[in-house]
């Protein structure tokens, strides 16, 4: 014990690196948490207004006629514009639910990077402008506004696509893209029908250990891959065994 605080009293001054360090990690950690569970909550709102836009199965039912109502002048126009409001909300989808295209294209997800930047600000106005149904009502102010922010949601999405697909991982150091191939060799061992079970469940937690820091990986999307990861399972024990 007088070994140990004769050793503090002579390097004190260590501990406040040490703090420091400490700090950081935790601040990296609580910043990185925080940006899972935004990018969460815009997945499920994403999701849930590409599931309202889809419309239900129409089932055959012996019902009185209902009276012929003349749509709204605007409703072809609306129609027009959620279809391609919706277009550009699947695509990004398409990436942040496939975590093989997040290791690719890292950037895509990176909401420090400026295109993608404007591209989440650009989504976030065209879903505030967006009407609750095609049949509603609009001012041509209105229709103008939510037409426009439709299409510099598309614009946007076009550059921080092409920019992502540009910078793959260049933005990363030597270490951290080491990190991303290893993940991607891993991913590919992980969804492997041909590799065992044990193998492929070492692969998947070593692809959630190699990207923990480097991207931002949605719930959704590891829900989707853990999907993948466990259909060669099933697969895998429901193979008959030779005697």
Avoid: C
Avoid at 50 to 62: D, E, G, I, M, R
Avoid at 105 to 130: C, E, H, N, V
Wanted: hydrophobic residues 45%; glycine residues 2%; aromatic residues 8%.
């Amino acid at each position: 014990m007088d070994e140990f605080w004769a050793f503090a009293q002579h390097y004190w001054w260590a501990a406040f690196p040490l703090m420091a360090i400490a700090g950081g990690f935790a601040r990296r950690w609580e910043l990185g948490a925080r940006s899972r569970h935004k990018r969460r909550l815009e997945i499920l709102q994403a999701k849930a207004a590409l599931k309202a836009a889809t419309p239900p199965k129409q089932v055959a039912h012996a019902t009185e006629p209902k009276p012929i109502t003349k749509p709204s002048p605007i409703q072809p126009q609306l129609e027009k514009l959620f279809s391609e409001h919706d277009a550009v909300t699947a695509r990004w989808l398409d990436y942040e639910l496939d975590v093989a295209k997040l290791i690719a294209y890292p950037t895509i997800s990176d909401g420090r990077q400026p295109l993608t930047a404007a591209f989440l600000r650009a989504k976030k106005t065209a879903d505030r402008l967006r009407p609750a149904s095609p049949k509603a009502q609009l001012t041509d102010q209105e229709l103008a506004a939510y037409s426009g922010a439709v299409t510099d949601y598309e614009v946007a999405f076009d550059v921080a696509e092409r920019e992502a697909r540009r910078l793959k991982d260049s933005d990363f150091t030597d270490t951290e893209r080491k990190r991303l191939q290893t993940a991607q060799r891993l991913l590919a061992v992980a969804v492997d029908s041909a590799a065992t079970p044990a193998e492929r469940q070492v692969a998947y937690k070593r692809v959630r250990e190699e990207l923990d820091g480097l991207i931002v990986v949605s719930d959704e999307a590891i829900v989707v891959l853990e999907e993948k990861v466990a259909l060669p399972l099933d697969a895998g024990a429901s193979r008959p065994t030779a005697d």
